[in-house]
């Protein structure tokens, strides 16, 4: 799976109300697996948006920056 494609799958789900170590079991995958994929992609857990952006976007005072909806993943 293509990690933008992967991002908007892990969004989605999010958003539906699974957790990433939910997602983890879903997709057989290990502990950490998902959330060390995506942070080694450039991506980031937003605790504001209970969603993975890109990391430039994340401030240093850990808010979200970006300039449409589309920057979210």
Known sequence: M???DLVAYVNK???DG???SKLEK???LGKDT???K???AGY???KDLKQYIKEELVT????VSYRSESDVY
């Open 26 to 28: 879903e997709m057989q």
């Open 38 to 40: 995506l942070n080694r």
């Open 2 to 4: 293509e990690i933008l």
């Open 13 to 15: 789900k999010l958003s």
């Open 60 to 63: 240093l005072d850990n808010t």
């Open 34 to 36: 998902l959330r060390k």
């Open 44 to 46: 980031k857990f937003s």
């Open 18 to 20: 699974f957790s990433t």
